[in-house]
C-alpha cells in the first residue's frame, strides 16, 4: 500500500464548497420549479438562497479555474493525445464499472498526481467544468436580472429559450450529483475516496495487493 498526494487543499475546499451550494440550488430549484407542490420555506427565502448560492457557485469556479491556470496540476485535465488509447481507455472502465467490479477484477485505471481522472472522470468532468457550468451560470445571471440583461435575453431567443436551458442543465445535475455520490463509494471501501477529499492522500494498493485482495474475495485461480 502507498500514498499519493492527488487533491492539493485548494482543490479539496473548492470541491466541498461546490458540493454544498449544489446541493443547496438543486433543493431550492426544485422549490422553484415545482412552486405549490414543494414548500419547505417561504418563496422569497428560497429564491434569495437560490441567488446567493448561484454567486457563490460562480466566485468558487473562477478560484478553481484561477487555481488550475497558475498551476502545473492543470495538466490533469489535459485530453489524451492519442484517440485510439483513449477510446480503449473508456471502454475498458466502462466494462470494469459495468460488469468487473461485481466480480472483484481490478481497477483497470491507476491514477497518478498528474493524471487522476480515468477516462470517462476526465471527459465527464471536462464536459460539466468547461461547458456546462459557464453556461449555468450564464444563464442564472440572465434570469436573476431580465430587465438588465433584456437586450442579451432576447439576443438568445427570450427567457422562454434561456430558462429552458438552464432547466434542461439542471434535470443533468438532478442525475449526475447521485450518480457522482455511488461512485464515490466505488472504492476498497465505501467511504475511502470520501476521506481522501478530506486528507488529500488516495492510498494505492500493489500490484501484489490487488492479487491478494483479488484472490480473498473470488478464491485461488486454477493451477498452471
Known amino acids: 500500500m502507498h500514498r499519493i498526494y492527488l487533491h492539493p487543499l485548494p482543490v479539496r475546499i473548492w470541491h466541498w464548497i461546490n458540493a454544498a451550494t449544489c446541493v443547496m440550488l438543486l433543493l431550492t430549484g426544485l422549490q422553484l420549479r415545482y412552486l405549490g407542490l414543494i414548500s419547505v420555506v417561504p ?41 485510439k ?10 466494462l470494469f464499472y459495468g460488469f468487473g467490479i461485481f466480480k472483484g477484477a481490478p481497477n483497470p485505471f491507476r491514477p497518478s498526481i498528474y493524471r487522476k481522472f480515468n477516462p470517462l472522470q476526465a471527459m465527464t468532468y471536462q464536459l460539466i467544468m468547461i461547458v456546462l457550468l459557464p453556461i449555468q451560470a450564464a444563464t442564472g445571471i440572465l434570469l436573476w436580472n431580465l430587465v438588465g440583461f ?13 430558462d429552458t436551458v438552464h432547466v434542461l442543465i439542471f434535470i443533468f445535475f438532478v442525475f449526475y450529483i447521485p450518480a457522482h455520490i455511488y461512485l464515490g463509494t466505488l472504492g476498497r471501501t465505501p467511504t475511502v475516496h470520501f476521506k ?28 498452471e
Not at 473562477?62 to 489535459?78: A, E, K, P, Q, T
Not at 488509447?85 to 466502462?94: D, N, P, T
Not at 433584456?150 to 434561456?162: L, S
Request: one cysteine or more; a negative charge.
Open 43 to 83: 418563496f422569497g427565502t428560497a429564491v434569495a438562497i437560490h441567488n446567493w448560492m448561484g454567486f457563490i457557485l460562480i466566485a468558487n469556479f473562477f478560484l478553481w479555474l484561477g487555481y488550475y491556470l497558475c498551476s502545473d496540476r492543470i495538466r490533469v485535465y489535459h485530453a489524451e493525445s492519442s484517440p
Open 196 to 223: 481522501e477529499m478530506v486528507t488529500g492522500y488516495e492510498e494505492e494498493e500493489d500490484e501484489d495487493d490487488s492479487a491478494d485482495e483479488a484472490e480473498k474475495r473470488l478464491g485461488p485461480g486454477p493451477a
Open 85 to 94: 488509447e483513449y477510446f480503449l481507455g473508456s471502454l475498458r472502465q466502462a
Open 150 to 162: 433584456a437586450g442579451t435575453v432576447a439576443f438568445f431567443g427570450g427567457v422562454r429559450v434561456i
